[in-house]
């Protein structure tokens, strides 16, 4: 039951972090699930039972994805996150290098995407 992956009472959680919380716990079952089945599917010497795990798995990816989209659609961060980095061909640590960049030339900060290894900046020291 997710219930019991809860860290605070569920009488303190709002309803959109409680409604977060089931869907990432379902999601976490259903990419469990995706495992499960291929591993099976890997182990099987029977062909038509492979096919059978196969299609489980599949099933199971559907409805991860439909929980993947329910949580764009419901979380404006894991949205940020999902149209930065789904699907791109570039490699991934580049494509955050590049989001970082232009999140830090929004704020004022370095335009070459570097951090000055602070949480914080106060911005430009000379008058303008």
């Known amino acids: 039951m997710s ?11 709002s309803t959109e ?4 919380h089931n869907a990432i ?15 099976r599917a890997d182990d099987t010497e029977d062909d038509a039972l492979k096919q059978v ?5 599949r099933e199971e990816m559907e409805h991860a994805s439909m929980l993947l989209e329910w949580i764009r659609r419901h979380n ?12 791109t061909d570039a490699p ?18 370095r335009s070459d995407g570097g951090r000055s290894g602070f949480g914080f900046t106060i ?5 303008r």
Not at 25 to 39: F, G, I, N, P
Not at 123 to 127: F, Q, T
Request: aromatic residues 8%; glycine residues 6%; without cysteine.
């Open 76 to 87: 404006k961060d894991f949205e940020g996150f999902l149209r930065t980095y789904l699907f």
């Open 17 to 20: 972090a409680r409604l977060l």
């Open 123 to 127: 911005g430009p020291l000379r008058e």
């Open 3 to 13: 219930s019991e992956n809860l860290h605070v009472p569920r009488e303190r959680l």
């Open 25 to 39: 716990v379902s999601l976490q079952e259903e990419l469990d699930a995706v495992d499960w089945y291929r591993q």
């Open 92 to 109: 991934l640590v580049e494509v955050e290098r590049k989001a970082e960049g232009k999140a830090a030339d929004a704020r004022g900060n």
């Open 53 to 57: 795990l196969l299609h489980n798995m």
